[in-house]
Each structure stands twice: as structure tokens, then as C-alpha cells.
């Protein structure tokens, strides 16, 4: 049997799913990136999170009704070689596994930065050469082993928001651990310049981080390859997206905001431990700061498995080399596990290099990759639903609500969103870098893919076989 033929193992069901889109979702763009949001923002980041999440949701859906469909390793890579053609597969797929990397780094960079809480005196590096050893070992095992990690790092992070929502919501009713002369609720919020208080253009500023904070996400989609029932898993999983945003994003920083004025949180570490630390809460700071250490290791432990995973995927298709799609006797792709840990690796080493400006850097970066993929997720989506109607195929089992206005609407935000990197001055080096590396791209498919590498994906219809299968029966008995 060729290699590229070798399956992965099916060991991750609703609960893995569930919890790791949890984990690529809430993580270093929450707990540390968010100070960077609200300091352009304002308050208005709440209504930031909010619009980006509704477009993100949409994506999602997008996302799901294909994965439904075509549950396959190398979901949206492979669909846009389905339905764009096999240069979209391509750019798409190596753009995801250029996303998950960068978002790797900037998560063991913020890693780094929370042990600094602690452990000041101790270069960052150090932390972050640690953390990938460990996340290589827990990618190295079967699959159901790392979806159980991920599953208890998430009920970890998500208990702990929860407990923190809960107790900033006692500090505002009841003032604990407020000097006599503070005035939390919406006085905070709003007493310095109120909602908008850096104007329309901070609120557009701020949406690099916001999408940032988004990225990964659709590691959902991925997982339809091990999933072990993918049409019960996945829209389980997608459905869950618009509360997870209220909750975690809008809930979480506007009680933040209410107990601490937004202009005093200054990005030096996760805002959340620097406003329970100014509280004189100092065990309840540092609890948190295990927390967002917590959140950081299941972030980079999902954006390992989202990388691999494409990579696999690619390999199958002929675009990526052909050892990527080789199978541990765990089942699990380990050469691609391999790769993501030299990347991680040269993560060390740009952390002793540039200390203080790598996170945002890192951040524009990686928002250029996502928004890129969902705008590709969007793209073979329509594509499909046309294809659909063309040949009068079965209708989808988990379709997008309001459809088409809905998934054009969000097609129109995603293009706004990467005019913006190019527009903000903050985040113009993550279109420079974009455009190098879609150049970049073209280049390798022109000169380093052969053979299958140049035809569209081949996907099987479970939908439609789902829909013969259920008709059998009534023609039988006719």
C-alpha cells in the first residue's frame, strides 16, 4: 500500500471536538491579546468581538455544511481543490498550515510571558523550549490520547472563565476589594471617554487583534477525518460558536472593563491577571496566571494538530511531500508532527532575538493567514451550493442559515478585513508578508508540484450516499 493511502485513526468524538474548538478558539488572543484590542478600542472592542464573531459564525457554518458533506483530513484545503480548482487547494491548505504555525509561535510567546509573572529573572526562551517538547510528545500519541489532553487543559480554562465572570460580577455588586472611592459598573467602563472613546477608527483598529483572537477555529473542520461519527460531531461543535463569543469574548472583557479603567491595562502581562493582581488579590492572580498558562498549552497543543493534520492532507492530494503522510503505528501523520516542532523550535529562537515586539508582529501576521482561509472557506462554499443547484444534488444536512445573503455578507467583511491590515500602519507588514508569501506559493506550485498535485480533489458525497441509502428500502418494497 502506498503511503499516501494510509488512513488516520478515528478516536476523537463529540466531547474532543467539542472541547478543541475550545482550545484553538480561547486562547492567547483572549487572555493576552485582548489588551492590545481594548487599548485601541475602548470599550467599543465589545462590539468589535461582536461583529467579527457574527462573520466568524457564518464562516463556521460555511465550514461545517462542507465538512458534512465531505468529511475528510484535509477539509477545507481539500474542498477548495474541489470546488475552486487545485491551485486554491493548494495556497489554501499551506496557507491554514502557515496560520496554525505562526499562531504557535505567538501562543509560546505569550507563554513565555506569563511565566515572566513568576519567574522574571528567567529568560523567556527557556519556558518555551520546555513547552515544545511537551506538545510534540502529546501529538506523538493516538489521537484519542490528544483529544482527552485538550479536552481537560479546556475544561480547565473554561471553568476558571466562568469563576472569573462570576466573581468580577460580585465585585461590581458588592465592591470587593475596591478602594472606597471606585465606582465599578458601567462608570468604569465609560468614565474614560465613553463607548467609542478612541473614535470609529480605534474600533477598526482593534479588529486585527479581534480576528486574531478568532483564529483557529476552524480547526473543527479538520477533525472530520478522526471524527468518529463527523454529522453528529461537527454541527454539535459548530453550533456552539455564537455562545462561546458572548460568552467568553463580550461577557468576560466588559465585566473586566466594568471592575478596571480599560486605559490603565498596559499589555506587559495577560490583563486579566494584571487587574485581579491590582485588586489585592494576590492569589487569585496568581491562580489565573495558571489558567492562562492552561490556555496557552491547548491553544498550541490544537494549532499542532490543525497544521499536521493539513499537511497529511496535502500529501494526499500530491502537494506537499510525500513523507507527510506517513503513519506512526499510533496513527498519527508523526512527520508532520516533526515539522511543526522545528517551527516551534525557530519560535525559541526568535524570542531571545526580538523579546519585545515579536507578539505583535507575529499577531498582524497571522490574521493576513486567517482571514485568507475563511475568505477561501467562503469561496468553496458557494462554489458548492451553485454546483448543488446546478446538478439538482441532495440538499445539505447542516446547511448556513439565510443563505445566500448571509455567506456574501460575510465574504464582504473578510475582504474589508484584509483592506484594513493594508490600510492600519501597525499592521501593513502582515500585507507585505501576505503577499511574499502567496508569491511565494505560486512560485512552489509552478515549479514543485507534479502529477496529481495539478487535479481537483476527488471528495465522496456522504450526503448523497446517505439519501440512497435511505431510499433503498421504499424502492425494495415497491
Known amino acids: 500500500m502506498p503511503q499516501f493511502a494510509q488512513a488516520l485513526a478515528r478516536g476523537l468524538n463529540v466531547r474532543h471536538i467539542r472541547f478543541m474548538a475550545l482550545g484553538s478558539a480561547i486562547g492567547t488572543g483572549l487572555f493576552y491579546g485582548s489588551a492590545a484590542a481594548i487599548q485601541s478600542a475602548g470599550p467599543a472592542v465589545l462590539l468589535a468581538y461582536m461583529i467579527g464573531g457574527a462573520a466568524v459564525f457564518l464562516v463556521m457554518r460555511a465550514l461545517g455544511e462542507m465538512a458534512v458533506r465531505h468529511p475528510v483530513s484535509g477539509s477545507f484545503g481539500q474542498y477548495a481543490s474541489r470546488y475552486l480548482g487545485p491551485f486554491a487547494g493548494f495556497i489554501t491548505g499551506w496557507t491554514f498550515a502557515f496560520e496554525m504555525a505562526i499562531v504557535a509561535i505567538a501562543d509560546v510567546t505569550a507563554l513565555g510571558i506569563y511565566m515572566g509573572f513568576w519567574f522574571p529573572e528567567v529568560p523567556r526562551w527557556i519556558w518555551i523550549l520546555a513547552v515544545v517538547f511537551l506538545i510534540a510528545a502529546l501529538n506523538l500519541m493516538r489521537v484519542k490520547v490528544f483529544g482527552e489532553a485538550e479536552f481537560w487543559l479546556s475544561i480547565i480554562k473554561v471553568s476558571a472563565i466562568i469563576a472569573m465572570i462570576a466573581g468580577g460580577i460580585a465585585i461590581v455588586v458588592f465592591g470587593f476589594g475596591l478602594p472606597d472611592a471606585a465606582n465599578p459598573g458601567l462608570g468604569t467602563m465609560l468614565g474614560e471617554g465613553g463607548f467609542f472613546a478612541n473614535g470609529f477608527w480605534g474600533l477598526l483598529a482593534s479588529f486585527s487583534i479581534v480576528m486574531f483572537a478568532f483564529g483557529g477555529i476552524e480547526t473543527i473542520g479538520i477533525t472530520a477525518g478522526e471524527a468518529e461519527n463527523p454529522k453528529k460531531a461537527i454541527p454539535a461543535a459548530v453550533n456552539t460558536v455564537p455562545v462561546r463569543i458572548l460568552l467568553f469574548y463580550v461577557l468576560t472583557l466588559g465585566v473586566l472593563m466594568m471592575i478596571f479603567p480599560w486605559n490603565q491595562i498596559d499589555g506587559e502581562t495577560s490583563p486579566f491577571v494584571q487587574i485581579f493582581d491590582s485588586l489585592g488579590i494576590p492569589a487569585a492572580a496568581h491562580i489565573l496566571n495558571a489558567v492562562v498558562i492552561t490556555a496557552a498549552l491547548s491553544a498550541i497543543n490544537s494549532d499542532t494538530f ?173
Open 306 to 478: 490543525g497544521a499536521g493534520r493539513m499537511m497529511y492532507g496535502l500529501a494526499q492530494q500530491g502537494q506537499a511531500p510525500a513523507s507527510f503522510a506517513k503513519i506512526s503505528r499510533h496513527g498519527v501523520p508523526w512527520m508532520t508532527v516533526a515539522t511543526m516542532t522545528a517551527v516551534l523550535l525557530a519560535g525559541v529562537v526568535l524570542n531571545a532575538l526580538l523579546p519585545e515586539s515579536l507578539f505583535t508582529i507575529i499577531a498582524s501576521i497571522a490574521t493576513f493567514a486567517t482571514v485568507w482561509v475563511w475568505l477561501m472557506i467562503l469561496l468553496s462554499h458557494i462554489a458548492m451550493k451553485r454546483e448543488i443547484k446546478r446538478k439538482g444534488l441532495a440538499a445539505s444536512e447542516f446547511g448556513v442559515p439565510f443563505w445566500p445573503v448571509a455567506s456574501y455578507a460575510a465574504l464582504a467583511f473578510m475582504v474589508f478585513i484584509v483592506v484594513l491590515l493594508g490600510v492600519m500602519p501597525e499592521t501593513r507588514v502582515a500585507m507585505v508578508v501576505g503577499v511574499v508569501w502567496i508569491g511565494l506559493l505560486f512560485v512552489a506550485y509552478r515549479f514543485g508540484v507534479r502529477g496529481r498535485g495539478h487535479a481537483r480533489a476527488e471528495l465522496a458525497d456522504e450526503t448523497a450516499a446517505a439519501t440512497e441509502a435511505a431510499a433503498r428500502p421504499a424502492d425494495a418494497n415497491r
